[in-house]
């Protein structure tokens, strides 16, 4: 079945860039998602991209696709410490009516 | 911006009794969802309705939930003879089409004692 993979923690300095990593197991995704969360909040859509492009960026992040590999990856260049919250890669299934999300990864952002 | 509203926040319930957990949908969209969030786990998908009807459900929707369109604006999620288990965050999305981007609302927070 479906099924959305994610390292657990990540923990970068304010001002670096910050690479969040994703895989997923079906090739017929036809789009993946990143949704942030912060402490007690909801889940706020941070960007998407589209199974046939490569890349898409949008101000300070950058989403990776590499369907051959099934990865895909979330750069936040400049990382602030506002940017500390836990990250969800997500897509959607073949259906296209239901999201299946990775456990989400921690980032933690020191200054 | 419009936004996906839900009440209410928060909600402690005994266990067995009844909850229902409000959502009011970006106005234009047709397609509504429950995800859930059980504490430190991975957001689990429950249901899609479109059309007024189940369009999908998973494994953890079962005959203790049940969801409804009462009017025009409104999406709910009732949780009979609630369990200790059912303890989690219930976020409601909306979308206009399927596969189109799906909008959370901020989740209620049901604790079942």
């Known amino acids: 079945g479906e099924d959305v993979e994610q390292s657990l923690f990540l923990s970068v300095r304010e001002g670096d860039s910050s690479v969040i990593n994703c895989t997923y197991t079906d090739s017929s995704s036809t789009y993946l998602y990143w949704y942030k969360q912060e402490p007690g909040a909801g889940l706020q859509l941070l960007t998407y991209i589209f199974s046939n492009m490569d890349m898409k960026q949008d101000q300070r992040l950058t989403v990776l696709l590499n369907k051959k590999d099934k990865h895909l990856s979330l750069r936040i260049a400049d990382t602030q410490t506002g940017d500390s919250a836990i990250y969800f890669c997500a897509e959607i299934n073949q259906a296209g009516t239901a999201l299946i999300f990775g456990k989400g990864t921690t980032l933690s952002v020191s200054s | 911006e419009p936004e996906v509203t839900q009440t209410p926040s928060h909600q402690v319930t005994q266990m067995g009794q009844e909850v229902i957990l409000r959502c009011v949908p970006i106005?234009?969209?047709?397609?509504f969802y429950w995800y859930r969030q059980i504490l430190g786990q991975k957001v689990e998908f429950l249901v899609s309705f479109y059309n007024n009807e189940i369009s999908e459900k998973s494994e953890i929707f079962d005959d203790q939930f049940s969801v409804e369109r009462p009017d025009g604006s409104n999406f709910t999620l009732k949780i009979r003879s609630t369990k200790l288990e059912d303890s989690a965050m219930y976020f409601c999305a909306s979308s206009s089409r399927g596969f189109e981007t799906q909008y959370f609302g901020p989740g209620t927070r049901l604790l079942v004692l």
């Open positions: 106005s234009n969209h047709l397609y």
